[in-house]
Nanobody, 114 residues
Framework: QVQLVESGGGLVQAGGSLRLSCAASGSFFRINAMGWYRQAPGKQRELVASITTFGSTNYADSVKGRFTISRDNAKNTVYLQMNSLKPEDTAVYFC????????WGQGTQVTVSS
């Protein structure tokens, strides 16, 4: 059973930064691309960043230039560095493969105040 555990969220003022972490169990991690998603109240979950096993990255236009995804295969962990945060970044953030193959974790709440 694959488990994904997100952490690092919190309350931050607009313009601030947060670093999210996603710890994954299982040996699958090293062979899968991974992604960060977010879901704001009343909205669908959206993929905001992804990273391949080789480190190639892709970002949604809304976060490009502000968010950076990275991974540490030795620690089975994927990170999301979020800078220049905006109130519209407020959401619950989740990690999973870009296809959403695994059971969703609890997510971590990010709240950006104006």
């Amino acid at each position: 059973q694959v488990q994904l555990v997100e952490s690092g969220g919190g309350l931050v003022q607009a313009g601030g930064s947060l670093r999210l972490s996603c710890a994954a169990s299982g040996s699958f991690f090293r062979i899968n691309a991974m992604g960060w998603y977010r879901q704001a109240p009343g909205k669908q979950r959206e993929l905001v960043a992804s990273i391949t096993t080789f480190g190639s990255t892709n970002y949604a236009d809304s976060v490009k230039g502000r968010f950076t995804i990275s991974r540490d295969n030795a620690k089975n962990t994927v990170y999301l560095q979020m800078n220049s945060l905006k109130p519209e970044d407020t959401a619950v953030y989740f990690c999973n493969t870009p296809q959403g193959w695994y059971s969703w974790g609890q997510g971590t709440q990010v709240t950006v105040s104006s």
